[in-house]
């Protein structure tokens, strides 16, 4: 499976020395990304930014209004600050805020309500009394950007900098796609063509966006040249000429095909001349809904449908919805009826359930991306189309919180990527919290993604909430752990704004029932500071190596690539085998609670802390007892790492990562650029040292499948503390190098058994 191997795992293979603004779409194939790099990289970096100090920013302020006063003035106060960032980490592609207090615009987030249709979105004049998925609007879209609010878009976009922001870089990036070839066909093995239809989606919708906003037939004329091109009818040949064409056995590229060609139809169906709406509906019927009603009904491409809670339900249900949607009334075949009778049940029985109880998605951090963008897309597709969104919003009330999961997921190394992090993006992106931040209420869902690089694209434009006001970090706690069973991790953070925070993310949780995409890896971490990842992980193998997919059985050929093996995570290697699929871990923690204030600098009191503790003896054979804790130390400015294991064979101590590293005997010190953290055995046993090693398996580890070879990791360490069978408390202390922080500045705990700890358990006055 082709992607760029930088994209989201956290493990790089060098650091930029300079960080400049770059608003790339993720997962762009390298010969685009590097066009779009040179060329929107001037067009669209220079972000509008006005920060004001405290005083000045809290004088116009002057006394709290309400109602329509409190709405200009929070107009007011957006337009006076512009964008919050002041640009884009180069490399982990996460917002820059500037060092500043601004009492007017940092906020307790919220909403200020508004008829003002300059400051806010129109009510939507189609409400049904009684709502039904045949029965659609009579005006065009109808799919997620209706009439009413093309009206007002331009205004809106006169008056909020981040809708100005996310205009003109759809128009850049619209523009660099027109000079392009149509998308060439390309079968990647058993990954299909879902690069393919993913970049189709990602065009279709910059070039109808533009068209919408110009009338210039020139984007209508290229739309459609891409549409024909998908539909085997362009210059050039484009996959099987049966029914095919677009993949149905990997029926997430028939999905995406589907829902780039209802947005065409739809968001273009007035421009389109008869002959053009046919031929447009003719193919995505033949070769989308078609076959996705038989889906249904047929295993062999429809396995997705049964009991599938993952990214796979949601995005070919929502493809086929949209599709059925977009063709109802024009279509008389009952197709499109009977699509909808099936797609809406099964979501609700399957997709919504991907997310657990406390938020998490089940799959991987980067697979909430794929599932979510399927689920919003079919829900604000419903609801602008027929009025109802069915129970899609509301049958699983923790789908509420998983926007706190993506939130605290996301380091300021980027994500914790455990686990396959998939394919390329194209046109999938985080903005599904900015559609659920506005129709569940969470503006805090809204403020932290509209800073984010993949913000700027067209369901930005309809699903953002432009009555939102304050800052998402305004009373947003450090720390959050999510307990349910499949999942079992913590986040904790030194601050939400500074790129140099410390942050720790690290996870338990069941090793089955994560849609095969899963490590063995409990117990595993990351680890960010001074700007940059120490500890990482490395992603996705290759997807088509074989028995990659097999099963999460425990004698899967999954476990025996390197990346998906114990020894290919941050964790305890115990007589180096894998950890057991059946582990049922259990976790404990506690924090101070500690929630940053409306400043971007947030000073950590000192007696702040959060601790996470995990028992995995389960996930280990032979009578070993094994529990692992990590925990901030001096004011989040250090953090300890503690092992309690009794084991009877070897214990390895492992973690991947870019640095340079200078092993001393019981401590290491890690460089990246002109940054340096320095690691720490404490209380030693005698005899133990730090050593490092390639990230690659080790001699004595099961053969590969036939003809198969492990994807090389170039530029990666494997920091390692080895142990002979035996009971110890291995303890590692991580200690950045801080500007302006003395050697006496650091603290050395004292060692305390996981089992006692609290949360003043390692004070050291």
């Not at 982990?92 to 249709?117: D, I, Q, R």
């Not at 029926?251 to 739809?266: H, N, V």
Request: aromatic residues 12%.
């Amino acid at each position: 499976m082709a992607y760029d191997p930088n994209e989201t795992s956290g493990l790089t293979t060098s650091r930029p020395k300079t960080r400049s603004r770059k608003w790339l779409w993720i997962g762009i194939p390298v010969a685009i990304a590097v066009i779009l790099a040179a060329v929107l990289g001037g067009v669209l970096g220079s972000r509008a930014h006005k920060h004001k100090n405290s005083s000045s920013s809290a004088a116009a302020a002057g006394s709290s209004p309400t109602g329509e006063a409190a709405a200009s003035q929070a107009a007011s106060i957006k337009e006076a600050v512009g964008l919050y960032p002041t640009g884009t980490d180069s490399l982990y592609l996460l917002p820059l805020y500037p060092s500043t207090t601004n009492t007017a615009a940092f906020t307790t987030p919220t909403f200020h309500a508004s008829s003002n249709s300059a400051l806010a979105w129109p009510k939507d004049p189609f409400e049904p009394s009684n709502p039904s998925p045949t029965a659609v609007r009579s005006d065009r879209p109808r799919l997620i950007a209706p009439q009413y609010k093309w009206n007002v878009l331009p205004e809106l976009i006169k008056n909020d900098p981040y809708l100005k922001f996310w205009n003109d870089t759809i128009f850049g990036n619209a523009t660099q796609y027109y000079g392009l070839q149509p998308v060439v066909y390309h079968m990647d093995g058993s990954s299909g063509i879902l690069d393919n239809a993913r970049e189709v989606k990602m065009r279709i919708k910059a070039f109808a966006y533009v068209y919408r906003m110009t009338n210039d037939t020139k984007w209508l004329d290229r739309t459609f040249v891409e549409l024909q091109n998908a539909a085997g009818n362009g210059t050039n040949p484009f996959g099987p000429d049966g029914q095919d064409k677009w993949n149905p056995t990997h029926f997430l590229d028939t999905a995406e095909f589907t829902a780039a060609f209802a947005i065409a139809y739809d968001w273009l169906y007035d421009a389109w001349t008869a002959d053009q709406r046919s031929a447009i509906l003719t193919s995505m019927k033949f070769y989308g809904l078609d076959v996705g009603l038989n889906a249904y009904s047929n295993s062999s491409t429809g396995w997705w449908a049964n009991n599938i809670e993952g990214n796979w339900n949601c995005v070919c249900n929502s493809g086929l919805t949209m599709g059925a949607l977009a063709v109802l009334g024009d279509d008389d075949s009952g197709v499109p009826e009977q699509i909808l009778a099936k797609s809406i049940p099964n979501a609700l029985s399957n997709c919504i359930w991907a997310v657990s109880s406390d938020g998490t998605w089940s799959e991987t951090a980067n697979y909430w991306y794929f599932g979510t963008t399927g689920l919003a897309e079919m829900t604000a597709s419903l609801m602008t189309a027929t009025g109802s969104d069915y129970g899609l919003l509301g049958n699983n009330p923790n789908l509420n919180l998983t926007g706190l999961y993506h939130m605290y997921v996301t380091g300021p190394g980027s994500l914790f990527a455990y686990g396959d992090h998939g394919p390329n993006k194209f046109s999938t992106t985080a903005n599904a919290i900015l559609f659920w931040g506005d129709a569940l209420q969470r503006p805090e869902y809204i403020l932290f993604q509209r800073d984010q690089h993949d913000a700027p694209e067209p369901w930005s434009m309809f699903w953002y909430d432009p009555t939102v006001s304050g800052a998402f970090w305004d009373g947003m706690p450090l720390d959050h752990f999510f307990d349910n069973s499949t999942d079992q991790w913590g986040a904790m953070r030194s601050s939400w704004t500074d790129e140099n925070a410390l942050y720790v993310g690290i996870k338990a949780g069941t090793l089955q029932g994560h849609q095969t995409h899963n490590d063995l890896d409990c117990g595993d971490f990351v680890l960010d500071a001074l700007g940059t990842r120490w500890a990482g992980e490395l992603g996705s193998g290759d997807y088509l190596s074989t028995g990659y997919f097999s099963s999460d059985a425990q004698d899967s050929q999954r476990w025996l690539y390197y990346r998906k093996r114990t020894e290919g995570q941050n964790t305890i290697l115990v007589d180096r085998q894998n950890q057991l699929v059946t582990a049922q871990p259990t976790v404990k923690h506690d924090s101070s609670n500690t929630q940053q204030g409306s400043s971007t600098v947030f000073d950590v009191p000192s007696d702040s802390t959060a601790y996470w503790t995990a028992d995995l003896s389960s996930a280990y054979g032979n009578g070993t007892s094994f529990k692992r804790g990590i925990r901030m130390l001096n004011g989040r400015k250090q953090a300890l790492l503690q092992d309690d294991i009794t084991a009877q064979g070897e214990i390895m101590w492992r973690m991947h990562t870019n640095a340079t590293v200078q092993v001393s005997g019981t401590s290491a010190t890690l460089a990246i650029g002109d940054k340096k953290l320095q690691m720490t055995i404490l209380n030693p046993p005698d005899g133990v040292n730090m050593t490092t090693g390639p990230a690659e398996r080790f001699d004595t580890d099961p053969p590969l499948p036939p003809g198969q070879v492990d994807q090389p990791n170039p530029g990666v360490t494997v920091v390692m503390i080895t142990l002979p069978a035996g009971s110890y408390s291995l303890q590692v202390l991580f200690n950045p190098q801080w500007d302006g922080m003395s050697a006496s500045d650091f603290v050395t705990p004292p060692s305390v058994p996981i089992d006692q700890w609290s949360l003043t358990s390692h004070n050291t006055n």
